[in-house]
Nanobody, 115 residues
Framework: VQLQASGGGLVQAGGSLRLSCAAS????????MGWYRQAPGKQRELVAS???????NYADFVKGRFTISRDNTKNTVYLQMNSLKPEDTAVYSC??????????WGQGTQVTVSS
């Protein structure tokens, strides 16, 4: 599967962005999907994930602010980000995990939150 993330940009603190990750290939619905981020000088960290059944999981630092969702008819996973903070500034990447535990990565999209 190939993944293409989009939707990043520059936003003021308190603003919102919606990231999209479009997947090519077959059987998108069989992949668990996740959003990760990496800030300069920091390790990559999980932001949110969604299972094939639609169950979601969030990092504590985004709970109540970010929402992950998926549209299997469009082969796309979304990350709605509200109440953005400067510390949310990072490169956001999407990831897919197959039923055989193979992991795939898309290229990242830059999110910059100004104070």
């Amino acid at each position: 599967v190939q993944l293409q993330a989009s939707g990043g940009g520059l936003v003021q603190a308190g603003g919102s962005l919606r990231l999209s990750c479009a997947a090519s290939g077959r059987t998108f619905s069989s992949y668990a999907m996740g959003w990760y981020r990496q800030a300069p000088g920091k390790q990559r960290e999980l932001v949110a994930s969604i299972t094939t059944g639609g169950n979601t999981n969030y990092a504590d630092f985004v709970k109540g602010r970010f929402t992950i969702s998926r549209d299997n008819t469009k082969n796309t996973v979304y990350l709605q980000m509200n109440s953005l903070k400067p510390e949310d500034t990072a490169v956001y990447s999407c990831s897919a995990v197959s039923t055989r535990r193979a992991r795939y990565w898309g290229q990242g999209t830059q999110v910059t939150v100004s104070s």
